[in-house]
């Protein structure tokens, strides 16, 4: 089955670099169910893409992970040159962060836990409610976490495909629930359809007998305020959000999600005590006091967003979708996805490529600098005269 917009790994390198599986004793121990899971594809580093297309780092056109690349705020930056508590274990109940965040939002401090970003969230709700054999609901084309964590935990994946246009096809996840299923996860926007979830699909969802997490990690992006207000008035919604996309802070690993109480509560039993590191909640804290200057750089990647949207929408050869988050979908209507996103990275040029029965003559380009938009369409336009 094809999982969401989550590309296949390369098989570990470790794996490569010791012994083969074979050869060590204890892989008769794994899990059976885990042995050929083909795990999450994440995007790379600089110095890795340096090293494969021999550029310098600061050639790199970095558009593949939905980075921020103007990064963290100024107070951020200075919170974390001035860190001076690295050597002690930061607070397993995250009292500051939490309260700062519960201010932030407008909702008391026992709805919210903070993670090492969103995708810890994601894992800390798989485990509280995914015992192996149950299900989740999975709205394809998606972010690839959500069917990745679930596996990990010994869970089905129901895919539910949207509808032509991306929406969520409601009614044809009430018919796919059965006893076994627990969670649906939606992002809003959508990666990498970059769609809004409307509030009268999520109301339907809200009916139905399970918990459903809204993940809100293009939010800021947006231009509308999300659900995290809603949050208090139902016991089964969950909202995520994270400092990694607006806030510039996607290496230091904070997000965080707004929960009924009772869920928040069982979270902060079941969460590795000290999940977000002391640099990182420095700079979630300090970002909180530089929002005006953090949704500016939002702006101007909104702006960037709208003037490559404008670009590729000129470009005969392929469609691309209107976007409410930091990046744009593209279907290629002639020649191979694959083989731009090549010609691409080796220019130095890094865009997202799924290879999924769903996404395969797609690629997703996430906002940047003008610059970026600039060599990213001229390397299209000569792939389009070849065409
Ligand atoms: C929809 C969605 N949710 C969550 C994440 C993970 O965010 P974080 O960096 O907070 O783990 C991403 C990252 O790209 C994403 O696209």
Redesign the pocket.
């Known amino acids: 089955m094809a999982r969401g917009s989550g590309a296949r790994r390369p098989r570990s390198t470790l794996a490569v670099r010791g012994q083969p599986p074979a050869a060590v004793g204890s892989e008769g121990l794994v899990r059976r169910d885990l042995r050929h899971l083909a795990g999450y594809a994440p995007i790379e580093p600089p110095a890795a893409l340096s090293q494969e297309t021999g550029l310098e780092p600061a050639r790199i056109i970095k558009l593949d992970?939905?980075e921020n690349p103007y990064g963290p705020s100024p107070r951020a930056r200075a919170a974390l040159a001035s860190l001076d508590c690295a050597h002690l274990y930061p607070d397993p109940e995250q009292r500051e962060l939490r309260r700062a965040l519960a201010d932030y939002l407008g909702v008391g401090a026992e709805h919210i836990v903070a993670g090492a970003?969103?995708?810890?969230l994601?894992d800390l709700l798989a485990r509280l409610f995914l015992a192996p054999g149950d299900r989740i609901i999975n709205c394809v084309p998606t972010?690839g976490?959500y069917s990745f964590l679930a596996e990990v935990q010994g869970a089905r994946v129901t895919e539910v495909r949207r509808t032509p246009d991306h929406e969520v096809d409601v009614e044809a996840v009430a018919r796919a629930l059965d006893r076994r299923t627990k969670l649906i996860f939606l992002?809003a926007p959508n990666?990498p359809t970059g769609n809004l979830l409307p509030r009268k699909h999520l109301e339907r969802l809200l009916e139905l007998p399970i918990v459903v997490v809204v993940?809100e990690?293009?939010v800021e992006f947006s231009g509308t305020a999300g659900f995290a207000a809603l949050v208090p008035g139902h016991s089964n919604l969950v909202v995520l959000r994270?400092f990694?996309k607006w806030a510039g802070l996607?290496g230091l690993?904070v997000?965080y999600g707004v929960f009924p109480p009772p869920i928040a509560a069982r979270l902060m039993l079941i969460k590795q005590p000290y999940n977000v590191n002391v640099a990182a909640q420095a700079a979630a804290l300090a970002s909180l006091e530089d929002v005006a200057h953090l949704l500016r750089n939002v702006q101007r990647l909104v702006k960037e967003r709208e003037r490559l949207y404008g670009k590729l929408s000129r470009l005969p050869f392929l469609e691309a979708l209107p976007s409410r988050a930091n990046f744009i979908l593209c279907r290629l209507l002639r020649g191979e996805a694959a083989s731009l996103h090549q010609r691409l990275r080796q220019r130095g040029i890094f865009v997202r490529y799924f290879d999924t029965p769903l996404l395969r003559q797609h690629l997703r380009i996430s906002a940047g600098r003008p610059e970026d938009t600039d060599a990213v369409i001229a390397t299209l336009k000569e792939f389009g005269r070849e065409l």
Do not use: I, K, V
Request: aromatic share 10%.
């Open positions: 992970g939905n970003g969103s995708d810890d994601l972010f976490m992002a990666n993940d990690a293009y994270t990694s996607a690993r997000g």
